[in-house]
Antibody, heavy 122, light 110 residues
Framework: QVQLQESGPGLVKPSETLSLTCGVS?????????WGWIRQPPGKGLEWIGS???????YYNPSLNSRVTLSLDTSVNQFSLKLSSVTAADTAVYYC???????????????WGQGTLVTVSS | QSVLTQPPSASGTPGQRVTISCSGS????????VYWYQQFPGTAPKFLMY???QRPSGVPDRFSGSKSGTSASLAISGLRSEDEADYYC???????????FGGGTKLTVL
């Protein structure tokens, strides 16, 4: 059974870079699937951040595109998120997820990690 | 403001059938599949429905989905107390080139 676990700092200063890692167990990320990140500001809805394929191909939410970088480290079976120039608006619970992908517009997010709260504050 | 519009709340009594709507537009629901996720308080969302009306294994057949034009619905029949959760719809938006979600509907079982 695939399990995902986010890790990283819970507090980031404004203008700095948020860095999170998602460790995957029960499945080798180099075998297939896309892998993604979704966030949820406290008390609010979900926002897709981006997804990365096992080969390293990525697609990002255009609203965050210039600030987001996703990467894979197959040697330790994990993938990562970097979000630069953060502001208080980036405060959210960040979830990592496996993406079943058939074509653009036909993919789903399952399973999800438990999520990690990242607060942007000085 | 979410691209997909859901009612903020819905409610029903045990055994009832409730429906949660999700309204979009041509570039998203009008052109692509709709997906649904269920989220209990303090936990991660759970995958609930795919390709408008397909249930993943393990999801009870009390849950059903539909889509017509630029709107979609999630129906829950035989409502149970354990169905009390937040429900989110999602679709790809061809114009935004991004996955978009509804604002979520909080379902209360009275």
């Amino acid at each position: 059974q695939v399990q995902l676990q986010e890790s990283g700092p819970g507090l980031v200063k404004p203008s700095e870079t948020l860095s999170l890692t998602c460790g995957v167990s029960g499945y080798s990320i180099s075998r297939g699937y896309y892998w993604g990140w979704i966030r949820q500001p406290p008390g609010k809805g979900l926002e897709w951040i981006g997804s990365i394929f096992r080969t390293g191909g990525t697609y990002y939410n255009p609203s965050l595109n210039s600030r987001v970088t996703l990467s894979l480290d197959t040697s330790v079976n994990q993938f990562s998120l970097k979000l630069s120039s953060v502001t208080a608006a980036d405060t959210a619970v960040y979830y990592c997820t496996r993406v079943t992908w058939y074509q653009i517009g036909d993919n789903w997010f399952d399973p999800w990690g438990q999520g990690t709260l990242v607060t942007v504050s000085s | 403001q979410s691209v997909l519009t859901q009612p903020p709340s819905a409610s029903g009594t045990p055994g009832q059938r409730v429906t949660i709507s999700c309204s979009g537009s041509t570039p998203n629901i009008g052109s692509n599949y709709v997906y649904w996720y269920q989220q209990f308080p303090g936990t991660a969302p759970k995958f609930l429905m795919y390709r408008n009306d397909q249930r993943p294994s393990g999801v009870p057949d009390r849950f059903s989905g539909s889509k017509s034009g630029t709107s979609a619905s999630l129906a829950i029949s035989g409502l149970r107390s354990e169905d009390e959760a937040d429900y989110y719809c999602a679709a790809w938006d061809d114009s935004l080139r991004a996955w978009v979600f509804g604002g979520g509907t909080k379902l209360t079982v009275l």
